[in-house]
C-alpha cells in the first residue's frame, strides 16, 4: 500500500476525475454528431440516387 504522502488529495482524485468526465462527454457528444451527419449524408446520397425502375 502506499504511503499517505505519496496519495494524491481528495481534491486532487476529484479535480481529475471531472476533468475525465468531461472529455468523455465532449468526445461522446461529437461522436455522435459524426453518427448523425453520416446518417444525413447516407438518406441524401439514397434520396439523390437514380432509380432503376
Known amino acids: 500500500m502506499k504511503d499517505k504522502e505519496q496519495m494524491l488529495s481528495r481534491r486532487d482524485l476529484d479535480e481529475a476525475f471531472h476533468n475525465l468526465h468531461d472529455q ?6 461529437e461522436e455522435e454528431e459524426e453518427m448523425i451527419k453520416q446518417e444525413v449524408d447516407e ?11
Do not use: G, S, T
Not at 468523455?24 to 457528444?29: D, E
Not at 441524401?44 to 440516387?49: K, T
Open 43 to 53: 438518406k441524401q446520397n439514397h434520396e439523390e440516387a437514380p432509380r432503376l425502375d
Open 24 to 29: 468523455i462527454i465532449r468526445i461522446a457528444v
